[in-house]
Structures are given as C-alpha cells and as structure tokens.
T-cell receptor, first 113, second 109 residues
Framework: KAGVTQTPRYLIKTRGQQVTLSCSPI?????VSWYQQTPGQGLQFLFE???????NKGNFPGRFSGRQFSNSRSEMNVSTLELGDSALYLC????????????FGPGTRLLVL | QKEVEQDPGPLSVPEGAIVSLNCTYS??????FMWYRQYSRKGPELLMY????GNKEDGRFTAQVDKSSKYISLFIRDSQPSDSATYLC?????????FGGGTRLMVKP
C-alpha cells in the first residue's frame, strides 16, 4: 500500500508570497492532519480534516489555512509568507478521526527568503 | 511548564548497548502514547503505539507507560548504527498529536 505523499518536496518563496502544499493520504484513510516542524518549536499541530471538514485547529494565525477534497486529498495554504514560516510541513493520515495511529509523509521543506 | 518534556540529547552509545529514552507529560487527558523515529530530512515513522500502562514489546523495542507518574519510556535492545535518528514521543488527546521535542540518538559502530 502506498504511503502518504506530499508535493512539492522543496519550495523556496520570498516574503509576502503565498504557497500551497498538497498531501495525498494512504488509500482508505479519511483523516488528514498537518504539522509544522522547526528546530526551535519542534513539531506543532496545525489542523486536522475529516470528511472535508476541519475538525481541530492548532494555535496558528489565520494566514494558515487548509481544505480537504472528497477523495481525502488535502491542501494547506500559507498567505503573506514570513521568514519564520520556513519549516518542514508534514502531513499525516489516519483511518478515521486521528485518534488512531497517524502515518506521516516525507514533508515539504519550505524556505522563505 | 511544557505539556511534554523530553531530553534533546544527543545521546551517544556504542553498538549493542541498551538505550533508554524517556518523556514526562502533564496532561491527564492524553489517552494514547506513541514513539516515532525520524531520520534526517524524513518524516516521522511510527515505532510503537499503546494506550495502557505497562509494557509493550516489538522486536528490539519496548515501550513502557506509567500513567500514575505521567512517564513513558522507549527501550532499544542491541542498538545498531541504523538506529541513529531522532526519537519523538507523542501523545494523543482528541484529534491531535502533541510531540516532545525529540531525543537525538547516535549509535557508534
């Protein structure tokens, strides 16, 4: 069974731009969660989607948003990029609601200049 | 006080050693306890998952949970150079995971 895939793997943007990251969960998984990983703050929860609805949201500004499609694929968007948004963005999928085991993709490494 | 405390290391051990990794937590709502392994520039990989106090063994790995002390451990027996990675404890309450900062482990041949 194919794992979680994320595209693109690497991205370089400049301040003020916006970016969209994509995540395809494991086949049959309906919950997708997004995390930000930085050396200083570690892994932090952004939001979780299930059946195209945001079920939970972490403590991030409104510049961070996401959505989920009917095939469970998910995208996250960051608008008005700041230098501090440079991070590894990880997507994780689980079978139903995120309470079960979450499986992570390889991440998208975003560098904001 | 942070919800999860994990020593960042690095922890350096010789090949074949028994490794002990630990996390303490403060949130009584945490119901599920996990250990992830993350190699450099890769996503975290689930190693162990448990929801009850006690020990759970899987090959060379043993996860231990003490809910009364709010303390979890991961033991690695016969450590190998390929075990060199960052180990993250994670806790689930509801629909989100809360991670420790990770412990960097180096196993030297």
């Amino acid at each position: 069974k194919a794992g979680v895939t994320q595209t693109p793997r690497y991205l370089i943007k400049t301040r003020g731009q916006q970016v969209t990251l994509s995540c395809s969960p494991i086949s049959g998984h309906r919950s997708v969660s997004w995390y930000q990983q930085t050396p200083g703050q570690g892994l932090q929860f952004l939001f979780e989607y299930f059946s195209e609805t945001q079920r939970n949201k972490g403590n991030f500004p409104g510049r961070f948003s996401g959505r989920q499609f009917s095939n469970s694929r998910s995208e996250m968007n960051v608008s008005t990029l700041e230098l501090g948004d440079s991070a590894l963005y990880l997507c994780a999928s689980s079978l139903v609601t995120g309470r079960e085991t979450q499986y992570f993709g390889p991440g998208t490494r975003l560098l904001v200049l | 006080q942070k919800e999860v405390e994990q020593d960042p290391g690095p922890l350096s051990v010789p090949e074949g050693a028994i490794v002990s990794l630990n996390c303490t937590y403060s949130n009584s709502a945490f119901q599920y306890f996990m250990w992830y392994r993350q190699y450099s520039r890769k996503g975290p990989e689930l190693l162990m998952y448990t929801y009850s106090s006690g020990n759970k063994e899987d090959g060379r790995f043993t996860a231990q949970v003490d809910k009364s002390s709010k303390y979890i451990s991961l033991f690695i027996r016969d450590s190998q150079p390929s075990d060199s990675a960052t180990y993250l404890c994670a806790f689930n309450a509801g629909n989100m995971l809360t991670f420790g900062g990770g412990t960097r482990l180096m196993v030297k041949p």
